[in-house]
């Protein structure tokens, strides 16, 4: 069945580093766009960015452009998120998600999403 599992969550002070990882299995779409998603305590569900089915177009949020990648690896069904200088602000649960159709663009909005992991915390302290 289709599945994503998503890694590399965890605690990290202001201003350090995380690299999240998602990788798909089962009867999930291989070349289709996948995103990251996250969701602090008391907020809804928002946009933080998207890589086409290709990795060759990207989509972010504005506030993580700049100091943040997405990057894929089509072959191993894997979608990575390199996050630089985070902030308390970026503290949530972080979702993988990908779209369920073939040659599909990095678009922002969640509705276009099928599949979703279960999540992975990212805790920033001062």
């Known amino acids: 069945q289709a599945q994503l599992v998503e890694s590399g969550g965890g605690l990290v002070q202001a201003g350090g580093s995380l690299r999240l990882s998602c990788t798909a299995s089962g009867r999930t779409v291989s070349r289709s766009a996948m995103g990251w998603f996250r969701q602090a305590p008391g907020k809804e569900r928002e946009f933080v960015a998207s890589i086409g089915w290709s990795g060759s177009t990207t989509s972010y949020a504005d506030s993580v452009k700049g100091r943040s990648t997405i990057s894929r690896d089509t072959s191993k069904k894997t979608v990575y998120l390199q996050m630089n200088s985070l902030k308390s602000e970026d503290t949530a649960v972080y979702y993988c998600?990908?779209?369920?159709?073939?040659?599909?663009?990095?678009?922002?909005?969640?509705?276009?999403?099928?599949?979703w992991g279960r999540g992975t915390q990212v805790t920033v302290s001062s």
């Open positions: 998600a990908q779209r369920p159709d073939l040659y599909s663009a990095p678009t922002y909005a969640s509705r276009d999403y099928y599949y």
